[in-house]
């Protein structure tokens, strides 16, 4: 494109091509390691680390527009199939993956309510920037007339 919003493929980096390559030879010939022979479990373990993944990639360290619902939850898809098709000691399961679904979507479903439910009632509303009381980057500031 000649708005420059897009990098062509000729300009990128000669060694991101080879990287790209190994990462891919990597993944496609992945193998147990000797460390999951150890693996600590409990009940619930799968829940757990489905609401553990939703709130970290709720991050800031998230680009903007990977934090919002869809994208957050393919890329969560996306992770946790490939850990449980190339990772786990066991094989795939699907009980697994469905247990990781459903702590994803219950964290959503808990942190969705809990902010309309602050804004149902007009409680204080948490600025990013400072973690304080305050005004979201996205409000405006209005002031009365003189």
Same mark, same amino acid.
């Given at each position: 494109? =000649? ?14 091509? #080879? *990287? ?15 460390? $999951?022979?150890?693996?600590?479990? @409990?009940?619930?373990? &799968? ?13 800031? !360290?998230?680009?903007?527009? !990977? ?12 992770? =946790? @199939?490939? /850990?449980?098709?190339?990772?786990? $000691?066991?094989? #795939?399961? !699907?009980?697994? @993956?469905? $247990?990781? *679904?459903?702590? /994803? ?10 902010? #309309? *439910?602050?804004?149902? *009632?007009?409680?204080? +509303? ?5 973690? +304080? ?5 996205? &409000? &405006? ?6």
């Amino acid at each position: 494109m =000649s708005d420059g919003t897009c990098i062509a493929i000729r300009r990128a980096p000669p060694c991101a091509a #080879w *990287l790209v390559a190994l990462f891919a030879l990597l993944l496609c010939t992945a193998a147990p390691c000797a460390a $999951q022979c150890c693996r600590v479990s @409990f009940p619930g373990d &799968e829940l757990v680390i489905g609401g553990s993944a939703n709130v970290l990639l709720r991050g800031p !360290w998230m680009s903007a527009a !990977w934090r919002r619902p869809l994208p957050r939850l393919a890329v969560f898809a996306l992770g =946790s @199939f490939a /850990y449980e098709r190339y990772f786990d $000691q066991s094989g #795939w399961e !699907w009980r697994d @993956f469905n $247990q990781r *679904l459903a702590g /994803y979507v219950a964290t959503e479903a808990i942190v969705t309510g809990v902010r #309309w *439910l602050r804004r149902r *009632l007009g409680g204080p +509303r948490l600025s990013y920037s400072t973690g +304080r009381p305050g005004l979201d980057a996205t &409000e &405006e500031v209005s002031h009365p007339p003189p």
